[in-house]
C-alpha cells in the first residue's frame, strides 16, 4: 500500500482553499462554469502556475490547468485562480493576429486591476506592474504591435515562456462579460452591506445559503448542470414565493430563476435535488414537448422521470415534500408515463409538485413564446448547453448518467422530424410498395431496330392490388381548421399517388357519420364540405368503416379531427393527423401527427 505524501497533502489542501476563496468572492463567484485540472504535460515550464483555455471542442465551458506539485500558500493560489478568471471575464481568450502582443497587454491590465482590488497575494516570483496606468487592453496592444513589447511590461503571465491563455475563434466574450457583470453588481452589493454594518465581510462561505452552496457545487462539480446552473439565479424570498405559491421550489426558463422557499427547510442535498430537478426540465425542453397536452399532468409525467434519474444518480436527497417518485415506472418515457396517468386524471390530477398540489413547477405559462425569435434562440442555448454538458461531463468521468436520460439528451441535437415526413413512414410500414415482375404473358412494344425479338412487359400481381386501400375519417365539424384540412388532404394525396392506391375508402362525420364509399384520391379535397353540426361524434365512422364488408379486414385508418370529439377506441392499424397543440380527450394508441401552422 503506497504512503501517502504529507507535503502534497498539505499542497494540495492549500490550492483548494485558494480555489474555495476565489469562487466564494461576489466579483469571481458568476464566471461559472470553470473546472479545475493538473496540466501533466511534459513540455510544462518550471516557472509555470496555471492557464485558462475553453474545453476542447465546447464553448460553455472553461478549465484552468494548474502546475500540480507548486507548493503556494492558499492566497497565493487565490491571486493565480483570479487571474485566469479575469482572463475570462475581460473576454481575452477571442483570437488576435498578433498573439504575442496581445497576451502580454491582457497580462499587463490584469495584473495592475489585481493590485487594485488588493485580492489574494502576489507570488514572490510575480514581478509588479508598471507605474504608468493602463487605461485597457486594446490601446496597449496596438502601442505593442507598433512599438514592440517594452522589458518593463514582460513576465506577467503565469504560464512561464507560454501564454497563460488560450485564444479560439469561437469564444463569445458576450457570455462571460455578461457573467462578470453580475460579479461586480453583487460585490457593489455586497461592499454596501459590509459599509452599513449588514454584513462583516464582502465574502466567505457563511454568507452562502444552502441553496447557494448547491449551485456552486454544480458549477465546480457537475459539469453536466454545469453551464445551465451558470445562467439561472436562484431567488430566496418568501415574499416572492409566497405570491407565486410555490411551497418548494419552481422555475422560470424565461426569467432564468429558480425559486427556492426558505420557508421549506431544505438541507443542503436536498438544494442539490431540487436544482437538479428544475435546470433537467429547462434542458430537456419539457416545455416545448408538451404538444398539446394537458400542461400539469405532463408536468407530473416529467416529474417521475427526472426524479428517477436523479436518485439513480445519487444527485442529492429527494425532499419529503413534492418528490414524486415511483420505481415501477423506471426506463419508461415522460410520453409513456402521461399516456398511463391521462388516463386517471382525478387521481394525478392532485398531485403535488415541487411547487404545490395541482401547480405545475415549470412555471411559464406562454408556450407560444417559444416560437418567436428570441424564444428559438433561447430554447437552442439551453440544449447546448445540457449537450456540451454530458459530452464534458462523460469525457472527465464524472459520474453515472443513465443510458435513457443521455439517450434523450442526444435526441435534443437532432432536428424535430416534420409531421408530413412521419405520415409519409407511416404509409410505407402500411402498405408496401407494389413488386412488379416480368412476363411474357404480356408482350412489351418491341423495338423498332430488332421487331422480331419479343420483350416481357411489367406486370402486378393480381394478389398485391386486391385490398390496396385505407380508410380516411374526416372530422368535418364548424372547429375543423381549413388549413388544415388542405394541408392534410395534399399530403393524403401525394402519398397514396406515390404509392399507386388508386381509391380510398371516405368517411366524413360531424354530428353523424357520411359514407362517401370509395373515392378517387385526387377527389377528396374538392369533395370536402364543413358542415357546422356542433360537436363532433367519430365512434359511429369508425364502426361503420370496421363493420363494412367491402372494406379490407387489415386496410389501416387515418382520423383527421382538430381533437374536439368523443372518446372512441379503434381496433386497428390507426393514426391521427392533428393541429399542432391539439390534444385528444383520451390517450391514443396509434401515432399521431402534428400539422405545424
Same mark, same amino acid.
Given at each position: 500500500?503506497?504512503?501517502?505524501?504529507?507535503?502534497?497533502?498539505?499542497?494540495?489542501?492549500?490550492?483548494?482553499?485558494?480555489?474555495?476563496?476565489?469562487?466564494?468572492?461576489?466579483?469571481?463567484?458568476?464566471?461559472?462554469?470553470?473546472?479545475?485540472?493538473?496540466?501533466?504535460?511534459?513540455?510544462?515550464?518550471?516557472?509555470?502556475?496555471?492557464?485558462?483555455?475553453?474545453?476542447?471542442?465546447?464553448?460553455?465551458?472553461?478549465?484552468?490547468?494548474?502546475?500540480?506539485?507548486?507548493?503556494?500558500?492558499?492566497?497565493?493560489?487565490?491571486?493565480?485562480?483570479?487571474?485566469?478568471?479575469?482572463? +475570462?471575464?475581460?473576454?481575452? +481568450?477571442?483570437?488576435?493576429?498578433?498573439?504575442?502582443?496581445?497576451?502580454?497587454?491582457?497580462?499587463?491590465?490584469?495584473?495592475?486591476?489585481?493590485?487594485?482590488?488588493?485580492?489574494?497575494?502576489?507570488?514572490?516570483?510575480?514581478?509588479?506592474?508598471?507605474?504608468?496606468?493602463?487605461?485597457?487592453?486594446?490601446?496597449?496592444?496596438? &502601442?505593442?504591435?507598433?512599438?514592440?513589447?517594452?522589458?518593463?511590461?514582460?513576465?506577467?503571465?503565469?504560464?512561464?515562456?507560454?501564454? =497563460?491563455?488560450?485564444?479560439?475563434?469561437?469564444?463569445?466574450?458576450?457570455?462571460?462579460?455578461?457573467?462578470?457583470?453580475?460579479?461586480?453588481?453583487?460585490?457593489?452589493?455586497?461592499?454596501?452591506?459590509?459599509?452599513?454594518?449588514?454584513?462583516?465581510?464582502?465574502?466567505?462561505?457563511?454568507?452562502?445559503?444552502?441553496?447557494?452552496?448547491?449551485?456552486?457545487?454544480?458549477?465546480?462539480?457537475?459539469?453536466?448542470? @454545469?453551464?445551465?446552473?451558470?445562467?439561472?439565479?436562484?431567488?430566496?424570498?418568501?415574499?416572492?414565493?409566497?405570491?407565486?405559491?410555490?411551497?418548494?421550489?419552481?422555475?422560470?426558463?424565461?426569467?432564468?430563476?429558480? #425559486?427556492?422557499?426558505?420557508?421549506?427547510?431544505?438541507?443542503?442535498?436536498?438544494?442539490?435535488?431540487?436544482?437538479?430537478?428544475?435546470?433537467?426540465?429547462? @434542458?430537456?425542453?419539457?416545455?416545448?414537448?408538451?404538444?398539446?397536452?394537458?400542461?400539469?399532468?405532463?408536468?407530473?409525467?416529467?416529474?417521475?422521470?427526472?426524479?428517477?434519474?436523479?436518485?439513480?444518480?445519487?444527485?442529492?436527497?429527494?425532499?419529503?415534500?413534492?418528490?414524486?417518485?415511483?420505481?415501477?415506472?423506471?426506463?419508461?418515457?415522460?410520453?409513456?408515463?402521461?399516456?398511463?396517468?391521462?388516463? /386517471?386524471? &382525478?387521481?394525478?390530477? &392532485? %398531485?403535488?409538485?415541487?411547487?404545490?398540489?395541482?401547480?405545475? =413547477?415549470?412555471?411559464?405559462?406562454?408556450? =407560444?413564446?417559444?416560437?418567436?425569435?428570441?424564444?428559438?434562440?433561447?430554447?437552442?442555448?439551453?440544449?447546448?448547453?445540457?449537450?456540451?454538458?454530458?459530452? #464534458?461531463?462523460?469525457?472527465? %468521468?464524472?459520474?453515472?448518467?443513465?443510458?435513457?436520460?443521455?439517450?434523450?439528451?442526444?435526441?435534443?441535437?437532432?432536428?424535430?422530424?416534420?409531421?408530413?415526413?412521419?405520415?409519409?413512414?407511416?404509409?410505407?410500414?402500411?402498405?408496401?410498395?407494389?413488386?412488379?415482375?416480368?412476363? #411474357?404473358?404480356?408482350?412489351?412494344?418491341?423495338? %423498332?431496330?430488332?421487331?422480331?425479338?419479343?420483350?416481357?412487359?411489367?406486370?402486378?400481381?393480381?394478389?398485391?392490388?386486391? @385490398?390496396?386501400?385505407?380508410?380516411?375519417?374526416?372530422?368535418?365539424?364548424?372547429?375543423? /381548421?381549413?388549413?388544415?384540412?388542405?394541408?392534410?388532404?395534399?399530403?393524403?394525396?401525394?402519398?397514396?399517388?406515390?404509392?399507386?392506391?388508386?381509391?380510398?375508402?371516405?368517411?366524413?362525420?360531424?354530428?353523424?357519420?357520411?359514407?362517401?364509399?370509395?373515392?378517387?384520391?385526387?377527389?377528396?379535397?374538392?369533395?370536402?364540405?364543413?358542415?357546422?353540426? @356542433?360537436?363532433?361524434?367519430? &365512434?359511429?365512422?369508425? =364502426?361503420?368503416?370496421?363493420?363494412?364488408?367491402?372494406?379490407?379486414?387489415?386496410?389501416?385508418?387515418?382520423?383527421?379531427?382538430? $381533437?374536439?370529439?368523443?372518446?372512441?377506441?379503434?381496433?386497428?392499424?390507426?393514426?391521427?393527423?392533428?393541429?399542432? $397543440?391539439?390534444?385528444?380527450?383520451?390517450?391514443?394508441?396509434?401515432?399521431?401527427?402534428?400539422?405545424?401552422?
Amino acid at each position: 500500500m503506497a504512503k501517502s505524501n504529507p507535503q502534497r497533502k498539505a499542497a494540495d489542501d492549500a490550492r483548494a482553499e485558494g480555489w474555495s476563496l476565489v469562487s466564494q468572492h461576489p466579483l469571481f463567484s458568476q464566471l461559472q462554469p470553470v473546472h479545475l485540472a493538473a496540466d501533466e504535460s511534459p513540455t510544462r515550464p518550471e516557472n509555470f502556475w496555471a492557464l485558462i483555455q475553453l474545453a476542447p471542442s465546447y464553448t460553455h465551458f472553461a478549465i484552468i490547468k494548474y502546475h500540480p506539485k507548486r507548493i503556494a500558500q492558499p492566497a497565493e493560489w487565490a491571486y493565480v485562480f483570479a487571474h485566469c478568471l479575469l482572463h +475570462l471575464g475581460f473576454g481575452h +481568450l477571442k483570437s488576435h493576429s498578433s498573439p504575442n502582443e496581445w497576451v502580454a497587454a491582457c497580462d499587463c491590465m490584469v495584473a495592475q486591476f489585481l493590485g487594485q482590488l488588493k485580492f489574494g497575494r502576489r507570488p514572490p516570483d510575480y514581478p509588479l506592474p508598471p507605474l504608468e496606468r493602463i487605461k485597457d487592453e486594446e490601446n496597449l496592444y496596438l &502601442k505593442f504591435c507598433a512599438q514592440g513589447i517594452p522589458q518593463a511590461y514582460k513576465g506577467f503571465g503565469l504560464a512561464g515562456d507560454q501564454h =497563460d491563455f488560450h485564444m479560439r475563434a469561437d469564444f463569445d466574450p458576450k457570455t462571460w462579460a455578461n457573467q462578470f457583470a453580475e460579479g461586480i453588481r453583487r460585490a457593489a452589493d455586497n461592499a454596501l452591506e459590509v459599509a452599513g454594518g449588514y454584513k462583516s465581510t464582502l465574502s466567505g462561505q457563511g454568507g452562502l445559503t444552502h441553496a447557494g452552496r448547491a449551485r456552486q457545487w454544480f458549477l465546480s462539480h457537475y459539469p453536466m448542470l @454545469g453551464a445551465l446552473a451558470a445562467h439561472f439565479k436562484i431567488v430566496e424570498d418568501k415574499q416572492v414565493c409566497s405570491g407565486l405559491k410555490i411551497t418548494v421550489a419552481a422555475v422560470s426558463s424565461q426569467m432564468r430563476e429558480i #425559486y427556492i422557499n426558505p420557508l421549506a427547510n431544505l438541507s443542503e442535498e436536498q438544494c442539490r435535488f431540487v436544482i437538479a430537478h428544475e435546470l433537467l426540465h429547462v @434542458g430537456l425542453r419539457h416545455e416545448t414537448r408538451c404538444q398539446g397536452r394537458n400542461f400539469f399532468l405532463w408536468n407530473v409525467a416529467c416529474d417521475f422521470v427526472i426524479n428517477q434519474w436523479l436518485v439513480e444518480m445519487g444527485v442529492g436527497l429527494l425532499p419529503p415534500i413534492g418528490g414524486l417518485y415511483d420505481s415501477s415506472l423506471a426506463g419508461q418515457s415522460a410520453e409513456a408515463i402521461y399516456d398511463r396517468i391521462v388516463l /386517471d386524471s &382525478k387521481k394525478f390530477g &392532485k %398531485s403535488r409538485t415541487f411547487c404545490d398540489i395541482g401547480r405545475a =413547477d415549470m412555471i411559464d405559462g406562454l408556450p =407560444d413564446w417559444w416560437q418567436s425569435a428570441a424564444g428559438r434562440d433561447l430554447d437552442q442555448f439551453y440544449r447546448e448547453c445540457l449537450m456540451q454538458g454530458l459530452d #464534458y461531463h462523460l469525457q472527465s %468521468s464524472r459520474g453515472l448518467v443513465p443510458a435513457h436520460l443521455i439517450e434523450e439528451i442526444r435526441a435534443l441535437g437532432q432536428p424535430p422530424i416534420p409531421w408530413d415526413v412521419e405520415l409519409a413512414r407511416w404509409f410505407d410500414l402500411n402498405i408496401t410498395p407494389l413488386e412488379k415482375r416480368r412476363t #411474357y404473358a404480356r408482350l412489351s412494344r418491341r423495338q %423498332s431496330a430488332s421487331p422480331d425479338i419479343p420483350r416481357p412487359a411489367w406486370h402486378v400481381p393480381l394478389e398485391q392490388t386486391d @385490398g390496396r386501400t385505407f380508410g380516411v375519417l374526416l372530422d368535418t365539424s364548424g372547429s375543423m /381548421d381549413r388549413v388544415l384540412l388542405a394541408k392534410a388532404l395534399g399530403a393524403i394525396a401525394s402519398y397514396a399517388m406515390a404509392r399507386e392506391v388508386s381509391r380510398v375508402r371516405v368517411v366524413f362525420c360531424d354530428a353523424h357519420p357520411h359514407d362517401q364509399g370509395y373515392m378517387e384520391v385526387v377527389d377528396i379535397a374538392g369533395a370536402v364540405k364543413v358542415r357546422g353540426r @356542433g360537436g363532433t361524434v367519430l &365512434k359511429p365512422g369508425i =364502426d361503420l368503416l370496421e363493420k363494412a364488408e367491402d372494406f379490407p379486414k387489415k386496410a389501416p385508418i387515418l382520423i383527421i379531427t382538430d $381533437g374536439c370529439t368523443d372518446i372512441f377506441q379503434v381496433r386497428r392499424e390507426h393514426a391521427f393527423l392533428m393541429p399542432q $397543440g391539439s390534444r385528444l380527450p383520451f390517450s391514443p394508441q396509434g401515432k399521431v401527427f402534428r400539422v405545424a401552422p
